[in-house]
């Protein structure tokens, strides 16, 4: 008996961005959830992957979160002349089953991103532009206390929409916010560039969002990949993908095998990329 996939999709995600950004150190981040003080240069690409949940429940509960959501009220019989609420006690809550529970968890869905973190130096620009094919997803990375890096993101851009396809999700990412405040270690505030600049780029660009991060404090990091992830299964749902084809950024849980397989001809990930040392997964 085949047993079914941990995930419902797999979409492609690259980091792009000038070296030095801290581009693999957020990729670590998330899939290994720690800090690397030095890393060694990106050679060609690296590869990590993680999975994440996408869609209700698991994106209710985070809006719920957010908001203060009122409680609706319900009809009830009008009030006495007195002003005293009528005689009886409220209806108890709904106390959630083994199984709503269970049909719930059933209900969501996962994701498991394929991370390529690309080499932002020049020399290997040729090799890191082949890994744009086929990518669904994006992070555009720069340094926050490093302007030039910001002003090298609209290069990064064009090139990545020369290359990838159509309806690709970008996020910008200023990274090392943790070197771009007031409570920066030492009380000395690096920062370079403004969030109102990079939103304003972003809205000018047609880029999704604009999250600040650091890899350091784990700040925004898993907000700047979730935003991808969930904006895809977006797509996703509106049917923006071919989910058998090869050629596509995002592959379903059938793709290589026939209609109603749990997977037929398996994708399998490995960590033989071009890597140096020091990589993520």
Request: glycine share 10%.
């Amino acid at each position: 008996m085949t047993s079914q996939p941990a995930w419902d999709y797999i979409a492609k995600l690259v980091c792009i961005g000038d070296s030095g950004c801290g581009k693999s150190s957020l990729t670590i981040r998330l899939c290994e959830g720690r800090f690397v003080t030095h890393h060694d240069v990106t050679i060609g690409v690296e590869f990590g992957s993680r999975i994440v949940p996408v869609g209700p429940p698991y994106s209710t509960t985070t809006e719920e979160c957010s908001t203060s959501t009122p409680i609706p009220s319900t009809p009830s019989s009008p009030k006495p002349a007195n002003g005293k609420p009528p005689a009886g006690l409220p209806k108890p809550p709904t106390v959630p089953t083994p199984q709503s529970e269970a049909a719930a968890a059933a209900s969501q869905k996962h994701m498991k991103l394929s991370l390529w973190d690309t080499a932002g130096q020049e020399t290997y620009k040729s090799v890191t532009r082949s890994y744009f094919r086929g990518a669904s997803g994006a992070l555009l990375v720069f340094d926050l206390t490093r302007k030039s890096t910001f002003t090298h993101v609209t290069d990064w851009l064009n090139d990545l929409r020369q290359i990838a396809e159509p309806d690709i999700v970008v996020v910008l990412v200023g990274n090392k916010a943790d070197l771009a405040s007031p409570e920066a270690e030492g009380g000395q505030n690096k920062r370079e560039v403004s969030r109102q600049e990079a939103e304003e780029w972003a809205r000018r660009n047609g880029v999704l969002e604009y999250v600040e991060t650091s890899a350091k404090s784990g700040e925004g990091v898993e907000k700047a990949f979730m935003r991808v992830a969930e904006k895809i299964f977006g797509n996703i749902q509106q049917g923006k993908y071919d989910l058998n084809d090869r050629r596509s950024g995002v592959k379903g849980p059938n793709f290589g095998g026939p209609p109603g397989s749990s997977g037929g001809k398996p994708v399998r990930l490995t960590n033989s990329a071009n890597k140096s040392s020091g990589g993520c997964c």
